[in-house]
């Protein structure tokens, strides 16, 4: 299994990045255009560029991300029924979970309780929920499932006890129908794991260790490289 490589020239200068979304990619006559969110020193951005039109097209949202620790985007739509939503969550470093329903525009709801979270990473987006698996410092792995009904109520639930405490990155895509690649990134070490994790089912999860991944991890911000939101299905809850 291979470690980390570019899949397009730099956007941003080593270590400007502090936090960052899932990048959309669509194909397009003039390459590909990318877009995605990311926190730069205090400040949240989005960004759009595709490098056969020029330079990127940067929309600042704003500030106050210093005390931010995960941040990402649940952009669904169903195919059939075109049911849709657009969420941003972002965990702060007190552990309160905060969430922006329909852009940035709009207050801010906001959960208390997760100040044991080292990091977390989207598994699922349906109609009527998104789910996070995140792991904790005292090593438990847990899935986060936030209803998109107000206020906001999340879902905890155990799937391990032990043993995941020493990644300090995950990041998670579909794999197969309803399962998740998990990959976890410990930046202690610059070493990546991936894990096949069935669909979420509390501690009857099955997970199986594919094993290292070889190469090295840097100690980067990691996200996930998506495809346009209505052709990225997550089902892994």
Known sequence: ????????????????????STWETEPNVAG??????????????????????GDPIVSRIGGGWSNFTAFEVAHFEDPKTKVSHFMAYGLRSDGTLFRWNGGFGRAAQSAPGFSSVKSMALISKTATYDTFLANTRGGALYTIRIPITSPLKPIVTRVRTSTWQGFEALVADKCGNYGTLLLGIDKDTKSGYLYAVGHANGTATVINALGKVNGTMPDSP??????VFYLDPLNGD
């Open 1 to 20: 299994m291979k470690g980390p490589t570019a899949v397009d020239e730099p956007v941003f200068p080593p270590g400007e990045v502090r936090l960052s």
């Open 32 to 53: 590909f255009d990318r877009s995605g969110y990311v926190v730069r020193g205090d400040v949240l951005y989005r960004y759009f560029y595709n490098f056969g039109y």
């Open 222 to 227: 990691y996200y996930r490289w998506g495809v």
